[in-house]
């Protein structure tokens, strides 16, 4: 560990521009850049971003996604943790207000998600271990929560992040435990059933900067539709950072693309946080972001049409991202399009040019 007095005098020596970007924990200012035209305007694809009930009265927030998305996800209120009482019975105020606001704007919904490993809900957790009745229960939600919003959603994350951090095979979890891999097969033709209408996709992360992962990723999705499930798309979450080399967005995309699937950049953002010292300035890091979203657009956009399913960004304003939360410090990543302001952010600007072809 560098001792006190040695960092002071590294820090002293140091640009001001340096110190004021690189001591970990302190907040960034972000870059500014010139007007840009409405997102949706100038896409060939939807754009979309997600969204939360505790933020449908802010009007500053709501002007912006209408100026600029033509797509919302809930952030995490179509989740089991939102839904599913702990006695075993439903709520559905929350979603249905994100619902609502779909549809009182004319906007489409993409609903997330019916299952993650993540989840473990009391009324799940009680009949751990008896699969009957797990079996049963398993049923009954995604049945009765796909149902609920059919001919509302446009399409469903099935499952959500099932394959392992380091790509080695899939997610150990409640339902594994339980119902085997299966359980993944299960919930598609379990949301087909509930919902003939949308789109159901099978989603996950880091799929751009991990090979391994992404591979076992396609061979689940290939072995998905070998069985007769009917899984229609591949989610990308997207959620990148700064120091990702370049080329390997692009190359991600390709490898996606190779199975003909739609392909669904759900969870777009790109954090400028960087631990441990680092001595580039704001600018630098607003232009590394800025062309890490141009590559992802510009990606994208190589698909064939019927493959751009959709682009979302986790969030649009900074302020509002869930790096924000804790542990992360506030404050520190800006890792959106649009500053806390609602201002357009060089991302913003990248984007615009991407969708363009410029």
């Not at 993409?110 to 799940?124: D, G, I, S």
């Amino acid at each position: 560990m560098t001792s006190p007095l040695t960092r002071r005098a590294l820090i002293a020596a140091l640009p001001a521009a340096a110190v004021a970007s690189g001591c970990k924990g302190h907040a960034q200012a972000p870059v500014q850049t010139a007007p840009v035209p409405p997102l949706k305007a100038v896409a060939q694809f939807p754009v979309g971003t997600c969204i939360s009930t505790g933020k449908l009265g802010d009007p500053a927030l709501v002007g912006l996604v209408l100026r600029n998305v033509t797509q919302v996800t809930a952030e995490w209120e179509m989740k089991m943790e939102a839904i599913l009482r702990d006695d075993g019975g439903f709520d559905f105020t929350r979603p249905d207000a994100i619902a609502a606001f779909a549809g009182q704007h004319g906007l489409r919904l993409h609903a997330h998600t019916l299952v993650w490993y993540a989840q473990k809900a009391p009324a799940f957790q009680r009949i751990d271990g008896n699969k009957p009745a797990l079996t049963g229960a398993y049923r009954n939600y995604i049945q009765a929560v796909a149902g609920r919003y059919r001919g509302r959603a446009v399409s469903w994350d099935v499952v959500n992040e099932a394959v392992k951090d380091d790509g080695d095979g899939y997610r150990e979890c409640l339902w594994s435990r339980n119902l085997g891999i299966d359980y993944i097969p299960d919930a598609f033709h379990l949301a087909r059933a509930a919902d003939d209408q949308a789109l159901l996709f099978l989603n996950d992360y880091n799929l751009e900067s991990n090979p391994k992962k992404r591979r076992t990723f396609l061979h689940l999705a290939e072995a998905l539709l070998k069985s007769g499930a009917p899984l229609q798309g591949l989610g990308t979450q997207t959620h990148l950072d700064i120091n990702l080399q370049p080329g390997m967005v692009t190359t991600a995309m390709r490898d996606l693309a190779s199975l003909g699937l739609p392909i669904h950049v759900s969870e777009l953002d790109v954090s400028t946080r960087v631990r441990g010292l680092d001595l580039s300035s704001p600018q630098e890091r607003a232009d590394r972001q800025a062309r890490l979203v141009h590559e992802v657009v510009e990606a994208f956009m190589s698909l064939p049409p019927q493959q751009r399913f959709a682009i979302t960004t986790w969030g649009l304003r900074d302020s509002d991202s869930w790096l924000q939360l804790a542990p992360n410090p506030p404050g520190v990543d800006l890792p959106l399009l649009f500053d806390k302001a609602g201002r357009p952010k060089e991302a913003a600007a990248a984007f615009v040019a991407a969708a363009t072809g410029r």
